[in-house]
């Protein structure tokens, strides 16, 4: 059965450095959408993405967050400068158009130092 | 403004016994409401959701306007049901605080 993929499984990352993390969506998605659970914490959405384009973002993606489909498989999540409150898990997920159920990606850990 | 409660952060049951995972949710419109479980090391991974009315791995949730809540229930838990359950409402991808279930032999 097909399932969406990420990397790095985990990241230890300096404060004030870039970080890319990595999805690989189900082939026939067309919907993909960034979420963080920062530890204890609930899920928070992020940002969707489709049609190459941001179709919604919540108030957690400011002007450092960005995402981007650099080719016709991975769908990547930058931070630009990460500060210790991104230390979080960011999970992907995809979705068929039409379509309303997500499948989720096994998460990145990213933990900013 | 709209939110989704999950009131209890940690659920404890005996294998057999009933289980009830509450959920509440705060929507002006129409909700599309959803149950997802993350079993220990796995991915966040869909278990059901109310437009389907099915039930899976013997869960149920109904849809309750009158009360706004989505509780899910299993009439017999058993120990693989131990996991953490996540009620979303997909309408603003909100999730709610999610419950810890545990399941004692």
């Known amino acids: 059965e097909p399932e969406v993929t990420q990397t790095p499984s985990h990241q230890v990352t300096q404060m004030g450095q870039e970080v890319i993390l990595r999805c690989v969506p189900i082939s026939n998605h067309l919907y993909f959408y960034w979420y963080r659970q920062i530890l204890g914490q609930k899920v928070e959405f992020l940002v969707s993405f489709y049609n190459n384009e941001i179709s919604e973002k919540s108030e957690i993606f400011d002007d450092q967050f960005s995402v981007e489909r650099p080719d016709g498989s991975n769908f990547t999540l930058k931070i630009r400068s990460t500060k210790l409150e991104d230390s979080a898990m960011y999970f992907c997920a995809s979705s068929e158009p039409g379509e309303e159920t997500q499948y989720f990606g096994p998460g990145t850990r990213l933990l900013v130092l | 403004a709209q939110r989704v409660t999950q009131p209890e952060k940690l659920l404890s049951v005996f294998k057999g016994a009933p289980v009830e995972l509450k959920c509440n949710y705060s929507?002006?419109?129409?909700?599309?409401l959803f149950w997802y479980v993350q079993y220990s090391r796995q991915r966040l991974q869909l278990l059901l959701r109310?437009?389907s009315r099915e039930s899976i791995k013997g869960f149920t949730a109904d849809l309750n306007k009158g009360e706004t809540s989505f509780h899910l229930k299993k009439p017999f838990a058993q120990e693989e049901d131990s996991a953490m359950y996540y009620c979303?409402?997909?309408?603003?991808?909100?999730f709610g605080a999610g419950t810890r279930l545990t399941v004692k032999p």
């Open positions: 929507y002006s419109g129409s909700p599309e």
């Open positions: 979303a409402l997909h309408n603003d991808m909100r």
């Open positions: 109310h437009i």
